[in-house]
């Protein structure tokens, strides 16, 4: 019963889009506003709570020394896990990951890694281990783009933990060897006019949705379309410049234009 | 334990410094958010709302179900997501601590579904996540005869001590979580795992008596916060 | 919002007592042993009768009430309808004014559809079924649903209707207020932006003192500066 959008309300919002505004008065390429706290889980190696608008994702990074993939045994690990807990939403329920955790949760773990945020050669240890690095995103509030403050989320968290090589024996702390800033930016379709940053509601109403995740130069380390709809190849190019442009613009705000956190 | 002092300078019959935060979340019908010394605890209610699936629903009253959470990233080890034997365990005591003061009655074929989650943890989760949880009922409008508070007790060194920290739940010789509504004096929950005489017992029992008496002024507090603090904004 | 406003009520939580007097409880209160305690979290009003007003729940109907609901399915004779409670009501189809067959119902109302329901009746184990207020059936094909918690109805239609009555005489809209919290308003949409707004003032500041002249002022500055948006 909660997936039911009413008819006047759809209407309402395609309308305003027709006339390129939105139900909450902000800008086609606005996003609401973004903030994000780090260092609050004293016990993860590294964490940061992001809330862009009422959403509200917490991600905590956990690092420990593990064994290598045996493929790959010079490489450190990354594992990212999404968890939809029920208190977020009354739509999500009690269980494994669904498709929707699952598709989040191996996106921002392709952005991690597609980007080369870290440079996994870097993780190794004396002993033939490496570090293991569990990204888990524990979403507390959905009220639309759960996927940008994830990604975000995980940045963050990334650039705030530390190596807990003192614990294990390995010598002094140290930060993770952070190479890069992918950032998502998402984009959904409606009636052919493109919003970034969907609400809730524009993203139940929207047939498609696009995330572009972009990196420092803005090189593309990411994609992934989601929905029923149909996108032309003008409205994707379209989209992967203002998400490019975007993304920027979000990282010189949070990061100073740097990755120090 | 050294001059009366525990390990993190508190007198045996003082409780960790603990924070409530009324209606941390959008979507809930109520919530709460805690900090009881190192524990981070975001509670939730969604409720009174249908029940899928259906069959588990009662004919004239609502069902209470709990789950409580662990993050993976709120303990020292990294955890696997998901339900384990003692989360499972204490989903199903929290629950009955905190049902017998819930009208149930007032919502048939209903379901009052709460959450907590552990952020981090730091020994007493199980406490908080009820304070946390009684909180956010009384914040989603759900009739109940009064709030219940939780605290543990223990014992370290020989001395009966209230709201152990993690150090003193590992090499501790008892631990006692205790919940009650203040007002009547009634126990809900009670579980004891350790080594104590029944002499022990009876000034744990008091200790924590004193304990949840703290714990209640403080979300009564909060609550009322919550609202002074919707008239100041 | 300014300090000056204040509660006229006392804020009281589930197990406060709140009298001595058995007799006088009432509504959102329980009596134990002779004394009357707060059942939730919500105001106290202790004058002839102590009762308690809630700031929060989920609304259940009683028969009588007019309500904004939502057909969230369609089954053979029954448009199953969200109303913004713990429990799906139903409209039956013969309720519907003329006699139709099962396969015109989605036409009439399909699922997503919003109209104006009169509750006819409310069964001990919550079974809700509904009609359509008067006569006709209204469904809601334009405009807006504004959802306030439905413990703030009270406050949006104001002592003797005086709340709405403002509404209505200052805002350009049509504004249809359900007992479930929902409201609907209708018009252009500037002036549904302004009716939003107003409304969801109302529901914060519902339970302070001097509401309605608050909200005639805002109206009026409002007024002047509305046709510059957008």
Redesign the interface.
Known sequence: ?ND?????????IY??AKRS?RADGRALDEYRPIQVEVGLIGKAEGSARVKIGNTQVLVGVKVQPGEPFPDAPDTGVIITNVELVPLASPSFEPGPPDENAIELARVVDRGVRESGAIDLSQLTLPDGKVWLIFIDVHVLDHDGNLMDAAALGALAALVNAKKPCERYGYGPDAPLPIKESPVAVTAVDLDGEIMLDPSLDEETIASSKLTVISGLQGALAGMQKSGTGTLSVEEIARIVKLASSKAMQIRDDLFGGSTDG | MKNGKRIDNRLPNELRPIKFEVGALERA??SCYVEHGGNKIMAAVY????VHPRHLQQ??RAIIRYRYNMASFSVEERRRPGPDRRSIEISKVSREAIDP?I?KE?????TIDIFVEILQADAGTRSAGINAASVAL??????????ISSCAVGKVDDTVVLDLVKEEDNYGQADMPVAM?V?TGEVTLLQMDGHLTLDEFEQALELGKIGCASIAKM??EA??QK??G???? | ?K?Q???DKT?V?????LSEDAAKAAE?T?V?NGKV?S????LADEREKVRVI?????Y?PATGDVVVG?V?DISFSNWKV?INS???ALMHISEYPRRIESSEMAKIM?????AIFKVVDVD???KIELAPREGQLRV??????VEVSY?KVPRVIGRAGSMISLLKSKLDVNIFVGKNGRIWINGK?EDEDLAVKVIKRIE?EA??SGLTDRITKLLEEEKHGVHEK?
């Open positions: 019963m039911v959008i009413a008819e006047i309300k759809r209407d309402y309308e305003l505004e | 019908d109520g409720g009174p709302r249908a004919a004239n003061v009208i007032f919502y048939p074929r209903s009384a914040d989603a409008g759900v009739p109940m005869r009064g709030l509504d007002r979300q009564r609550l009322i609202y002074r919707e008239e100041d904004e | 919002m300090k406003e204040k509660v804020i939580v589930p197990g406060d007592l959102g329980y134990e305690y059942l939730i979290y919500g809630p700031l929060s729940g989920k259940l939502m969230s969200d713990p429990y799906e399909g699922v997503g559809d919003l001990p184990s919550m809601l094909r334009s405009g807006r649903v413990t949409v914060q339970h302070t957008r």
